[in-house]
């Protein structure tokens, strides 16, 4: 590493603020409280802005270039929504604010439950879940609480296919069931015969990806969810990739009875860092009394006694206004999250669905599915794809292998970077061999697939020419080839002064 650390930067005696002289009697702190091991850097405000704005230019991000993540839907997060997000009366909410004052936080949270209910196809949305992970839980959660409800106590078994994120398991696991692993067919479909097999009346559900994680529509989705329904269990469909079906699938009218929304995918908002996430459940009628809370309703004035009364007596207030309040399910399961969810995205979330518009949500749509077959059949010129006898949706895995050379994705992955791309999501899903991920959003042009498909054509004949620039790559970046093994051998996980 040859950035200094803040640590090492300065000299005694230098200062980036500076006090005015106080107006009261100055006083020591006591002795007891203060820290003499404490090895604060003492830096000037010029010190510290270039320390702190080179290191924000060292990582790659989706405002330096292109960053084709698989499954991550890593698209351009507009700034509109980053304006609108920023203003006082949301970012100046508190979540203990009484309700009447919080009205326009309110009002965003309806109007996104509304906006995401219709586009998935659903009778209703909670937007508490803090990311997909969440949402899966809170989702495998109001499956089980359904079915003890019903008084259906035999079912402990969540059935998902091989080809699934490593989350699914994950949540099903941690919320105390067990996972069957159903594997795929040769056409990269759940395999029906396997399914039917498994199908009994101890099955809480399955949890799907549609399109799965090959990029592919599920050829016999139908199949599928009236095997489900038929041995008692609900459909959960993980709703990571809804960006290849806005405004064109609903989800709900396929059958399933849960998805999950990732706000930090599909709808715009930004991932980690510049986050939080956020994945919203929507369900079918019979999942509603069980969805996490609480929720945003609108009440209009018959529904509130009191506010009627006081219109009647020629109080203040708009009769034709909802009003809108927080509540809680019937048989909810519960919080997913402290107080309402992460609220900022919400007001990025609804300002990008409402900017696009329910026609926009379709384009969307489209054009990433455009994008992603126009790179597959490029990509496709360099590396082998399975199953390329079909039409792939928002995104496609190919094998990172070039015949007569040694090198392998995870190399080809590193070199990459060299070019300035983010590199694909490698060795995901598990089924495929060497696999790259790669999925490059509608919000990139044609000029930057291309550059992409072309660095891939160049790092393969690499591969075959000198082997050892791929094997060793990346070369430009601020940090090189790491040490892999050692790394999760000998963690290192905090500063220690030299
Ligand atoms: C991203 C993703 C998830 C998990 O979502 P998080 O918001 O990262 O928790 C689940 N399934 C698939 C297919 C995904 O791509």
Redesign the pocket.
Known sequence: MTEPLIYELGAPGRRAIRLPEPDVPRADLPEAMLRKDLNLPEVSELEVVRHFTRLSTLNHSIDRGFYPLG??TMKYNPRVAEDLARLPGFARAHPLQDEESAQGVLFVMHMLQEWLREIGGFAGVSLQPA????G?FAGILMMRAYHLDQGDTKRTKILIPDSA?G??PASTTMSGLDTVEIPSDGRGNLDLQALRAACDDTVVGLMI?NPN?LGLFEEHIQEVVELIHGCGGLVYG?G??MNALLGVVRPGELGFDVLHY?L??TFGTPHGGGGP?S?PVGVAARLVPFLPGPIAVALMPEDEPDRSKAEDNGEEGDLEMPIYRLAMPAKSIGRMKAFHGHSGIFVRAYTYIRMYGSQGMRKIAEHSVLNANYLQSRVGRTFPIPHDNRTCMHEFVAEGTVEGSQVRALDISKRLMDFGFHPPTNYFPLIVHEALMIEPTETESKATLDAFAEALATIAREALEDPELVQTAPHSTPVTRLDEVKAVRELVLRYTAP
């Open positions: 499954s991550c990311a997909g992970a969440h899966e994120h989350t699914n990806t994680t993980d990571a990739n990732n930090h995918k996430g994945g």
